[in-house]
Nanobody, 115 residues
Framework: QGQVEESGGGLVQAGGSLRLSCAASGISFSNNDIDWYRQAPGKQLEWVALITSGDNTIYEDSVKGRFTISRDNAKNTVYLEMTSLKPEDTAVYYC?????????WGQGTQVTVSS
């Protein structure tokens, strides 16, 4: 049974940087699209970024130019490099993939950006 697990969140001042990791076990990230989502307190889940199986990347408008999604297939891990962080980036961040009709979500990692 596969699972994904996020890590790397924390408390950072505005303008700072963090790198989130999403590691898979029991499943392979290679040849699959992987998304990052986030959910701020009291708000709905929001899509943040996508890396396709072909390593194309797409970003939500508010994070373009600040966030970078990447993958390391040898480590079966996807990353979200976040720079120039803003208080409005505060949220729980989740990675997501769907493989053979099954959806995989991690438990999330908290990112808090102080002003």
């Amino acid at each position: 049974q596969g699972q994904v697990e996020e890590s790397g969140g924390g408390l950072v001042q505005a303008g700072g940087s963090l790198r989130l990791s999403c590691a898979a076990s029991g499943i392979s990230f290679s040849n699959n699209d992987i998304d990052w989502y986030r959910q701020a307190p009291g708000k709905q889940l929001e899509w943040v970024a996508l890396i396709t199986s072909g390593d194309n990347t797409i970003y939500e408008d508010s994070v373009k130019g600040r966030f970078t999604i990447s993958r390391d297939n040898a480590k079966n891990t996807v990353y979200l490099e976040m720079t120039s962080l803003k208080p409005e980036d505060t949220a729980v961040y989740y990675c997501y993939t769907a493989i053979a009709g099954r959806r995989y979500w991690g438990q999330g990692t908290q990112v808090t950006v102080s002003s």
